[in-house]
């Protein structure tokens, strides 16, 4: 059963790549941005970067997501910081495999500023980029780079979940 978390800071596009993943993979694929309560939402939207403590509730509804899967689920998910990732390993209570998207801030920023109809104001990368703490060396984790196409990042995820055989 492949579960697995598509994580990295706003504008990486974890959605496009976690769906694309799903959809290749048959699996569902849960947008972790609608789990955050609304409060989260609202000062993200107004540009005040979340605490640990707003946090925790949404990454506890996520964790809930990933632990209630019988088939397998792709999340995404910021997962900014270890002790949320490893808040996520616990709650899923089997082999959790984190895909990074990583890139410049430059790019990041294009990305950002390229999209429609999301809350989260290119006002934020650098707080959040702040705020990151790099996966490379944990458990189970695939960085790739954003600068790539959506596409091809895709494919290179597919195969190595499948490759893991979780």
């Not at 699996?27 to 107004?46: C, T």
């Not at 209630?68 to 209570?93: F, M, N, P, W």
């Not at 104001?121 to 703490?133: C, G, I, K, N, Y």
Request: glycine content about 10%; aromatic content about 4%.
């Amino acid at each position: 059963m492949i579960r697995a978390v598509v994580m990295g800071v706003s504008g990486s596009g974890k959605s496009s790549v976690g769906s694309g993943i799903a959809t290749e993979l048959a699996l569902p694929f849960i947008e972790g941005d609608v789990l955050h309560p609304e409060s989260n939402v609202q000062k993200m939207a107004s540009g005040i970067p979340l605490t640990d403590k707003d946090r925790w509730p949404w990454l506890a509804r996520i964790g809930t997501e990933l632990a209630k899967t019988e088939h397998g689920v792709v999340v995404s998910c910021s997962a900014l910081k270890r002790i949320y990732r490893d808040r996520l390993r616990q709650a899923a209570g089997g082999p959790l495999a984190f895909i990074f998207l990583d890139g410049s801030p430059a790019v990041l920023r294009d990305h950002m500023s390229k999209r429609t109809g999301h809350f989260m104001p290119v006002s934020m990368l650098d707080s959040q980029l702040a705020t990151l703490e790099s996966p490379i060396g944990e458990l189970l984790v695939l960085r790739q780079d954003v600068a790539k196409p959506v596409a091809e990042i895709v494919a290179t995820c597919v195969a190595w979940l499948t490759e893991l055989g979780l």
